[in-house]
């Protein structure tokens, strides 16, 4: 079920309507998880049994490592539970491209790994899913009221945790020791409109207005259309889609803070303004951030982050960056996009230590770095790799000037998403001219375009992650 | 933030925004994209009072810049639907409150089935009920779309003329592609199921009381007696019999130029529209046309 169908809306509205109605946190719990259910089995129905499948492993190795005190059976516990979730994530994500590298030509191996569909949300509510597991593992960071004594309480509490509708499809990831602890009655009283509010317009205009136009220009991307573009239509559209990516991502993001919080529960920031990044170590502290934090956590950390000397933390960062990568998407590309960043990172990182600033405008190196990083989306649009060699190739070669309507349009939609960066960075944000004029214009007329302006409908690109 | 605020300021600019687009020229082009230029036509046909004496037009980017406004003193409804194909346009005629006296349908981009996505945003009964009453939410009225709109108009440029068919990327691509794709004949059994449902919606129309033609426009003469060309029009012979059907041929395609194979340079689409029209004209006044 889309955030932006007619269907969801009544799915929250009557859910919303309930919830409060309701006497006991048990009761309201229960009714999200229904309604979670429905909203995730809405398409297709028959991806429920994964998700029931994914919720009932993780409630039986939760239950395990809570039932016992001895560390080494906890150790183990937690292993298998990590290695379920991961096997189930590479059973599903991962076979067609093992299955188009490893039997390219027809056999029924490799027929059979390359018809496995990839089933919407995957790579997050695994993730969820580790994150209980080491979560309860590690014990002193988790608490489960009441956990070990009541298993099916215990369930409850993991299907939700896992298959909360707002973050379930394409996040924010949402590490337990954050979540769990919110889990309790919630009373219509307490809801924070005014934030629910904002984070509601923001998320849907960015996706609606923003995104799902620049998406009709940024169609004339795909290969083989964009051979014929001029350069100056191949790096208007290219600039297009860098905004669409945020726009698109950071609008889902936004919608599902805000309906958690007309439910009373707070899902942690997942991009902050990240075009403003003057450095990509920066960048990836403000882009997808419940992803970086927990590959940081669960992954950068536990290989020995920087702990071990210059070449393991060289090591580790490209590591948790191609393995980043890959969780994007199963093909090669991702992990070269992976790869991208980590090389990015490493470098800066080295540049850093060795005093090497060639630099020294903040702006010229957030140029940069927005410029590095939207050559690198190429990669999400042409998973082709060599379609996205071709389209740099034709940036060069093709002739200058094309379409400047076309690029007029783009920088038209893209224009909100710079406004909303430099507003971020200029703005008095706690000036009275702000909140008595500025905040409630911007938002009045976000509100209008939504209504007057939004484009055609379509999937987040998140979901095909 | 005050939330009221914010959405009195909503209210005003959408009434303000209510009365702007009334003082706007009603030919004001304001199409975004191909695929927001499909709403703009299917919202208008499906809000504007289609009268029996009306003429639709269905069919692919190949009628839809079509010079054709008024064919004999009856109003003409172009239903050309870039990048989609006569399909679409039939379940736009067929889901309108009132039947055209006559509808014309393309031949040539006949195997594009219907777009399940158009469908869904152009048929969705609530969202038509709410656009049929507030003209302000409807494609045509988006104010970027205006804005663009009357920014071309100033500039004088001919935003109705196909010149930037030329631009199209699609359209750049080469001409070998599509002498490639014709130069095979269709599966008989894919042409046979395509025909057979075009045959169900055609009956369904003149069932009730519609007049149907078929017309096929000029393509690259390279094109034209391609084998799959020929199965097409085969094809169509074989499902509406020429006795019991009316067609408008094709003309010699070597009068004509196209920008990529299929689609008409500016000048031929003009010439093309006044002979088709000229031909749609006749058949519309014969006394002895009857389906």
């Keep these: 079920m889309l955030f932006t169908s007619s269907a969801f809306l009544v799915l929250v509205v009557v859910t919303f309507v309930i919830y409060y109605v309701l006497p006991g946190k048990r009761a309201q719990v229960a009714l999200l998880i229904v309604a979670s259910f429905i909203f995730y089995a809405w398409s297709f129905p028959v991806l429920l049994l994964l998700l029931l499948g994914s919720i009932l492993i993780n409630w039986a190795v939760t239950y395990g490592i809570l039932s016992t005190t001895d560390p080494r059976r906890r150790k183990q516990l937690a292993v298998v539970g990590v290695a379920l979730n991961l096997g189930i994530l590479a059973f599903f994500k991962y076979s067609p491209l093992l299955g188009a590298t490893f039997f390219p030509d027809a056999s029924a191996v490799g027929d059979f790994l390359l018809a496995i569909p990839l089933p919407i949300g995957i790579s997050f509510f695994t993730f969820q899913g580790i994150s209980l597991v080491v979560d309860t593992y590690r014990e002193e960071e988790l608490k489960l009221p009441g956990a070990g004594a009541r298993p099916v309480g215990l369930l409850g509490t993991v299907a939700f945790y896992i298959a909360f509708f707002p973050q379930l499809i394409a996040g924010p990831i949402v590490k337990a020791h954050d979540f769990l602890p919110q889990v309790q009655k919630k009373m219509f009283g307490e809801i924070d409109w005014t934030t629910a509010f904002r984070f509601l317009v923001t998320g849907y205009f960015l996706k609606m207005v923003v995104a799902d136009n620049l998406k009709d220009f940024t169609y004339w991307m795909s290969y083989p259309y964009f051979q014929s573009l001029a350069i100056t239509d191949l790096a208007g559209l290219l600039f297009g889609y860098s905004i669409q990516i945020f726009a698109d991502f950071a609008g889902y993001s936004l919608i599902a803070i805000g309906l958690a919080r007309l439910f009373g529960y707070v899902l942690m920031d997942n991009f902050y303004f990240p075009y403003i990044s003057a450095g990509f170590s920066e960048f990836w502290r403000r882009w997808h951030i419940s992803l970086s934090t927990f590959l940081k956590e669960y992954l950068y950390i536990p290989l020995g982050g920087n702990q071990h000397g210059a070449f393991r933390t060289y090591l580790n960062l490209m590591i948790t960056m191609v393995l980043g990568g890959l969780w994007h998407g199963a093909a090669w590309s991702y992990a070269v996009w992976g790869t991208y960043h980590g090389l990015a990172l490493a470098l800066e990182r080295l540049a850093r230590d060795g005093n090497f600033r060639p630099l020294t405008s903040v702006w010229l190196r957030r140029l940069w770095v927005f410029g590095v990083v939207t050559v690198g989306w190429l990669l999400f649009r042409l998973p082709e790799f060599s379609h996205a060699l071709l389209y740099l190739q034709k940036m060069v070669t093709n002739k200058p000037v094309g379409n400047l309507e076309r690029v007029g349009m783009v920088l038209t939609y893209a224009s909100p998403v710079v406004v909303y960066h430099l507003a971020h960075l200029y703005l008095d944000r706690e000036g009275k001219v702000f909140h008595n004029y500025l905040q409630p214009l911007a938002y009045g007329t976000m509100i209008f375009l939504l209504l007057t302006n939004a484009g055609s409908s379509g999937t987040f690109i998140y979901f095909q992650f | ?291």
């Design chain 2, 1 to 291: 933030m005050n939330i009221f605020r914010a959405l009195l300021v909503a209210a005003v600019l959408l009434i303000g925004w209510s009365v702007v687009i009334r003082q706007l020229p009603e030919d004001l082009e304001t199409a975004q994209t191909l695929w927001g230029g499909n709403l703009i036509y299917a919202q208008d046909y499906l809000y504007e009072d289609v009268l029996p004496e009306d003429v639709a037009i269905v069919g692919s980017s190949l009628s839809e810049n079509l010079l054709l406004r008024e064919v004999a003193g009856r109003r003409v409804h172009r239903l050309g639907l870039a990048g989609q194909g006569v399909f679409d346009g039939l379940h736009l005629v067929a889901a309108a409150p009132r039947r055209p006296g006559t509808v014309f349908i393309e031949m040539n981009v006949v195997l594009t089935g219907e777009n399940a996505r158009f469908s869904a945003a152009v048929h969705d009964p609530a969202m038509n009920t709410i656009r049929y009453h507030l003209p302000v939410l409807r494609q045509r009225n988006q104010p970027v779309g205006v804005i663009k709109g009357w920014l071309t108009a100033q500039s004088g440029k001919d935003e109705t003329s196909p010149g930037d068919l030329q631009d199209r990327p699609i359209n750049n691509m080469s001409l070998k592609i599509k002498q490639r794709d014709y130069a095979s004949s269709v599966a008989s059994d894919t042409l046979l199921m395509v025909l057979g449902e075009l045959r169900r919606r055609v009956e369904t129309l003149r069932a009730e009381g519609v007049r149907i033609v078929f017309f096929e426009t000029p393509v690259d003469p390279s094109l034209c007696r391609a084998p799959k060309a020929l199965a097409i029009r085969k094809g169509f012979e074989e499902t509406f019999p020429p006795g019991e059907y009316a067609y408008i041929r094709q003309p010699p395609c070597a009068d004509y130029q196209t920008t990529d194979g299929h689609h008409l340079g500016k000048r031929s689409l003009a010439r093309y529209s006044g002979w088709l029209g000229e031909q749609m004209e006749e058949l519309l006044k014969e006394s002895e046309f009857n389906q």
